[in-house]
C-alpha cells in the first residue's frame, strides 16, 4: 500500500549497464535506447538563437527572455499584462465579445473553440484599462497563440472600443501587436479591421492624444500596414520579426537578394521606420517615462 510513497520522481533516466557492454537478454538497440535521457516533455526549451537547454520555469522567471543571449521568446498577453500594468489596476473590456463565422468558413467554429481550450483566450487580442507606474491608459495586448494574432472583426471591434473609449477619457493607448495579419476565414471583415481601427486612431489623435504602439515577434501583414505603424513613438522588443509581405514573397517579386537582418526590429530602426528598440525587462520602465513627460 505505501511502496513508493515517498520516493523522488527521477526526471533523468540512464541505465546502469556499463559502457560497451550488452545485458543478456538485451538487444544492442535496446540497450542504446535506454541509455538515453528521459526528459518530460514541456520542462526544457530549446533557444534558436544560441542553442541552450532553458528550464522553463526559469525563462518564465525572466519574462521569456533567454539569459544567454537575450532572445525574446513569444510571450502570452496574459502574462504581458502582468509584467507591464501596476498590480490590481487592470480592467478589461469585452470579455465576452466572440467571434462569428460570417462567411460559413468550414471548420472554423470548431477551430476558435478548440483555441479557446488550448489558450484560455476568447480571441487574438486583450483589451482594458489599467495603469503603468501611476499612469493611467488604454491598452490592447495581441496573442500570438490564438490562430496567429490574425485580425478578424472582434479583434478589430475590441480594439476600436478600447481606442474610443480612451479618447471620450482623454487616455493614452498602448498596443502590444503580434499578428500574422488578416484574418484569411473572414474574407473582407477582416480587412475592415485595418480602416475601421485606423480611424478610431486618427480621432484618437486630432484630440492630442498619445498612441504608443509596441512591436512584438512577430508583426506583419493587415497590422504592420495599419495600426502598428500609425504611432506617435514607435517601439519595438529586440529581434521582433517585421514586416509586411513575407521576405521569400519579397525577392521572387523584385527579383533580388535582401540584406541579412531584413525586417528585424534592428534593420527598421537603423532605417527609420521606428523610434526604439527596447529589452523586455526595461519596457514598463520605458512606457512609464514617456507617459509621465506626455502627462507634464
Known sequence: MFNGLFKKTKYITVSQTPAGS???????IENEEEQKPNIP???WVKCECC???????????HTMVCKDCGKHFRLPALDRINSIIDEESFIEFDKELLSSNP????????KLEALKEETGLKEAVITGRGKVNGNELVIGVMDSRFMMGSMGSVVGEKLTRAIEYATSEKLPVVIFTASGGARMQEGMFSLMQ??????ALAKHNEAGLLYIP???????????ASFAMLGDIILAEPGALIGFAGKRVIEQTIKQSLPEGFQTAEFLLEHGFIDAVVSREKLKETLGQILNLHSI
Open 214 to 224: 509596441v512591436l512584438t515577434d512577430p508583426t506583419t501583414g493587415g497590422v504592420t
Open 194 to 199: 485595418m480602416a475601421k481601427v485606423s480611424s
Open 22 to 28: 550488452v545485458s543478456k537478454n538485451t538487444s544492442p
Open 51 to 61: 542553442g541552450k537547454a532553458i528550464y522553463k520555469k526559469d525563462l518564465e522567471k
Open 41 to 43: 516533455n514541456g520542462m
Open 103 to 110: 462567411l460559413n468558413f468550414p471548420g472554423y467554429e470548431n
